[in-house]
């Protein structure tokens, strides 16, 4: 029936390419031999359903299904052969070039476990195939546990952007340690419910910095979040000393417009009734749905530092948000390694700075030092790792500040 069966004794076939014509992958063809060496076979689109079925397939452990942007037009069959593969239990690794972020959308949704662009980086795909073929029973099992909390769908959250104006200035130490703080606010009684949502699909690192596994389960919410329930939504969350829920940046890099504004306000609203206090780590970049996480947010952080970087982007960003008429007021700006009380030098800089930008500085973080940043590379937070460091001082009294303007909020409206 095919070229694999006819070529490979069944026994010995684990893999197979799919695709229009797999010769114009060459790059494929290098790197599968390179990893299985004549255990793979290959498949054309129109022929792989239909060997999905037959007993030379019994053996298979994953598609590597590689299409460009001439085979969209055939996407309803490909995503077919996607389906046929999760419905036996084959895995599947999407290789794509020029392919349309909602053509990649959708077939991540139909199933597809691993994403990888077309020219293959070095080694990307003997990486892919290593996690697929040989990860440990146990970290399946752990990544598999449920989350500690039950969906209520009951909660009404207060929503925290944290945002940085260049790279560097400390928006995901802040926004993974704010988050922390809030989970621990109460000293005596029952805990708010906390969540951090890590929106930096392509870099986030929040769950490096609270040394937590990344899992599929996160592209596949993010890849339906039409059919997204309460229950879905827990269970794609990891957590942290059984504190911090976290919803971890994909495992691999994904695009950013993988999720639009529809995607991203059922997820935020999810979030928001489920829990107490929602912390979104942003990406750098400006996206299609940040108005929508700006407008939705009780108070957006901005992070930025006393360099021209920093000021030359907050300038550009709100010329931006003028001129569309959206709520700049919003941002509060958190100057980072902030200069100390006696630095009166650095204070007048601060000062002249926010002047210039025609912004007020609402929040100085001082320097924690070298300290920082090899506690983040351990994994854990500032409490845990460095309580007496000041930038976890400072921070800890934000989040007790919030928390206590939270509370009078609510006893108000009560």
């Known amino acids: 029936m095919t070229n694999a069966a006819a070529q490979i004794d069944s026994s010995e076939l684990i893999a197979c390419t799919v695709s229009r014509d797999v010769q114009i992958f060459d790059l494929l063809i290098e790197d599968m031999e390179t990893a299985l060496g004549e ?36 996407i309803d069959q490909i995503a077919g052969v996607v389906r046929a593969a999760k419905e036996h239990g084959i895995k599947v690794i999407l290789i794509t070039e020029d392919v349309r972020p909602a053509t990649l959308h959708r077939l991540l949704r139909d199933g597809g476990d691993e994403f990888v662009p077309y020219p293959l980086p070095e080694n990307e795909l003997g990486l892919v195939i290593d996690r697929i073929m040989h990860a440990p029973a146990e970290a399946v099992e752990l990544a598999d546990k449920p989350p500690t909390l039950k969906p209520t769908g009951t909660h009404s959250a207060v929503v925290i952007a944290v945002h940085g104006m260049a790279g560097g200035t400390g928006a995901t130490t802040f926004g993974v340690n704010l988050a922390w703080e809030l989970a621990n606010v109460i000293k005596k009684g029952d805990q708010p419910r906390v969540c951090l949502l890590d929106l930096d699909l392509q870099y986030g690192s929040t769950s490096t910095y609270l040394d937590l596994p990344r899992r599929e389960a996160v592209t596949e919410l993010l890849s339906a979040t039409d059919v997204m329930d309460s229950t879905a939504f827990m269970q794609a969350l990891v957590t942290y000393d059984q504190k911090l829920h976290v919803l971890t940046a994909p495992s691999d890099m994904v695009p950013l417009d993988l999720i639009g504004p529809d995607d991203v306000s059922r997820l935020l609203e999810m979030a928001r009734t489920n829990f107490d206090y929602v912390v979104i780590d942003m990406p750098a970049t400006m996206v ?10 009780h108070v957006y952080f901005a992070t930025l530092q006393l360099d021209m970087r920093s000021a030359q982007n907050t300038l550009r960003l709100k010329r931006i948000l003028q001129s569309e008429d959206l709520p700049f007021e919003k941002l509060q700006f958190i100057m980072n390694k902030a200069p100390g009380f006696t630095d009166l030098s650095g204070k ?19 320097d924690g030092g070298k300290q920082v940043s090899q506690i983040c590379d351990h994994g854990t937070p500032l409490a845990v790792g460095a309580p007496k460091n000041p930038l976890r ?17 609510v006893a108000e409206a009560s």
């Open 348 to 366: 007048a800089r601060v000062k002249r700075m926010a002047d210039s930008l025609g912004i007020s500085i609402a929040v100085m973080m001082p």
């Open 39 to 74: 255990r793979w076979g290959d498949l054309r689109f129109d022929e792989a359903a239909a060997f999905l079925g037959q007993p030379e397939a019994a053996e298979l452990q994953f598609l590597a299904v590689a299409m460009d942007a001439e085979d969209e037009e055939d």
């Open 393 to 409: 001082k400072e921070i800890a009294k934000l989040a007790g500040s919030i928390h206590a303007l939270n509370q009078a909020d």
């Open 288 to 297: 299609e749905w940040s108005q929508t996480v700006l407008e939705a947010a």
